[in-house]
């Protein structure tokens, strides 16, 4: 991991719908680190993503992408959507289909896939353990083994960032590890910088190197060890969350702090 | 066993019951070529149009076609080409509200599918002189097709094919996720405008044969039974090319056999196939 920072965001504020969503926050994300976004519902966290993906401009500010305006890094990026965003089950594609599209681009318009898209498809289903199910419809594969595919569509074009929004929804808690474990493979295999929204708080906080926590503005943003001190996490949720540190380095359970014994975990 | 044509256009013309004896008349020859090329038309944009979830779409845009035939016997221009013009802008419009957003994509469509409809009723109404056979345009006429009618037919065809060949694995991932489509740098803008103008083409090369109102039928059901009966998109197509063939050849017989309107027989074997293909029994994996 190195301290070049490959998104940069200065002074970023969007207004949706008449709300401000972003207000004036500054961040950035180091080339080879494994950030994680998290905040409350209705954050930004998303729409953060949208504004690097070049999908949602802002009202100010600038934000930089390897360098580039948001939107003119196509083949640098990789993007996994939320899986509710990602058609219905019965959408007549296979896996190897789905994959296979990460191979377009605006360099390449027109035409048939070719033979380097074809292994490329593969080696990137191999990456994520699909490749025994290539032929398989994409709807009928689990919440799990649907957004591994999504990963290897976006691996399948050789990113260097690898962009997730909240890729866990609707994951059971193993299958949740496993997916986690591959994209720490994937990071160390590939090089690739990650940056993954999410809502688990409590995992993510101990799996990634740099913590940007948002609620419209930037609570948090650093190592999590150091990012969790003082109470931010409460802060920006509004004082309903406490991250409990188990030990040391490894913080875990986020809870209500006025609940009654409803954790969540 | 031979029949008269009860609609009085073709006193003279005996009707043999066999597909051999449709085909001895020219107006026949040239029905089913247009036909077939309609069909394969239809068939192929059909599969877009039900993975894209556009039969409201589709709809609105023929309808639209009853405006731009009416504006064309008013002003004195080719109803053919004035339809074309205007279906294009109709449906480069409706493209155009559902991006711009601010009203539902549904909405859009109704105001301008209704507005271009009322538009053609009072053009009709302002070319009075004009006597047109509006019941074969808006249900289709096994007689309505000229031989000009069937080279337009097979141009649009083939310039179809050209595009859907070239742009297939773009329309497939638009079709399939357009907001990663667009993360991805494809011009998804320019892909929903290719395929409106595709539908906008078809509808207007198929209303002779089916009609104002029913080409809509071949714009949704072929696609449809593939979607219902295929796995994958390559048997999606196959599915729509076969359905779309069926139900033009056999919508034809009827309509020469029957003295009925082409867009409705040809509309309703398509049905039949679509409600066959449902309960069908298969098995999903």
């Known amino acids: 991991m190195s301290n070049l920072n490959i998104v940069e965001v200065e002074g970023l504020t969007v207004i949706l719908g008449g709300c401000v969503v972003l207000d004036d926050i500054t961040l950035n994300i180091r080339a080879g680190s494994f950030t994680g976004l998290i905040g409350p519902n209705g954050a930004g966290k998303s729409t953060l993503l949208k504004v690097l993906l070049g999908l949602i401009q802002p009202v100010r500010g600038t934000a930089r992408v390897f360098g580039h305006a948001p939107g003119g890094s196509h083949g640098l990026i990789g993007y996994v959507p939320q899986s509710a965003n990602t058609q219905d089950s019965g959408f007549p594609v296979s896996v190897q289909d789905v994959v296979m599209m990460g191979r377009l681009g605006p360099d390449r318009i027109g035409g048939l896939y070719n033979q380097a898209d074809r292994d490329a498809t593969w080696e990137a289903m191999e990456g994520v353990g699909l490749a025994s199910m290539a032929k398989q419809r994409f709807g009928s594969l689990s919440g799990g083994e649907r957004q591994r595919a999504l990963i290897a569509r976006a691996m399948c074009g050789g990113p260097r960032l690898l962009l997730l929004d909240e890729p866990t929804t609707g994951v059971d808690v193993v299958a949740q590890d496993d997916f986690y474990n591959m994209l720490t493979r994937l990071k160390e295999s590939h090089k690739i910088t990650i940056a993954l929204v999410s809502h688990d708080v409590g995992v993510i906080t101990s799996m990634v190197d740099d913590l940007i926590c948002l609620n419209q503005k930037v609570f948090l943003h650093g190592p999590p060890g150091e990012a969790l001190k003082d109470g931010m996490i409460g802060k920006a949720y509004g004082s309903q969350t406490e991250i409990v540190m ?20 | 066993m031979a029949m008269m044509c009860p609609t009085g256009i073709c006193p003279s013309m005996e009707r043999g019951t066999r597909m051999v004896d449709m085909l001895s008349h020219g107006f026949m020859q040239r029905a089913l070529v247009a036909g077939l090329i309609v069909g394969t038309l239809c068939a192929v944009v059909s599969v877009f149009v039900v993975l894209k979830k556009l039969s409201f779409i589709g709809a609105g845009i023929s309808h639209s076609a009853f405006g731009g035939m009416a504006l064309g016997a008013l002003f004195g221009v080719n109803l053919t080409f004035s339809a074309m013009a205007f279906c294009v802008g109709v449906a480069l419009l409706i493209g155009w509200l559902s991006r711009r957003g601010g009203v539902s994509e549904d909405v859009g469509i109704g ?14 109404g302002f070319s009075g002189d004009y006597t047109v056979d509006l019941f074969s345009y808006l249900f289709g006429s096994i007689l309505a097709v000229s031989s000009s009618d069937v080279a337009l037919a097979g141009g649009t065809l083939a310039v179809a094919l050209v595009v859907v060949v070239a742009l297939f694995k773009e329309l497939l991932a638009y079709c399939f996720d357009e907001e990663w489509a667009m993360v991805r740098g494809i011009n998804t803008r320019l892909i929903q405008d290719i395929l409106m103008v595709l539908l906008a083409v078809t509808v207007v090369v198929s209303i002779k044969l089916l009609g104002i109102i029913l080409v809509s039928a071949l714009l949704v059901i072929p696609g449809a039974v593939g979607r219902v009966l295929s796995e994958n998109y390559r048997g999606q197509m196959a599915l729509s090319l076969a359905v779309a063939q069926v139900s033009t050849v056999a919508g034809l017989y009827i309509s020469y056999r029957f003295d009925v309107a082409s867009g409705a027989s040809v509309a309703l074997v398509a049905a039949f196939c679509f409600f066959a293909a449902v309960a069908w029994p298969r098995r999903r994996a």
């Open chain 1, 246 to 265: 188990h030990g040391h380095d490894v913080p875990h359970r986020h809870l209500p702090v006025h609940g009654e014994g409803d954790e969540n975990g």
């Open chain 2, 111 to 124: 105001v301008v599918f209704s507005s271009s409809m009322a538009m053609g009723v009072v053009a009709l």
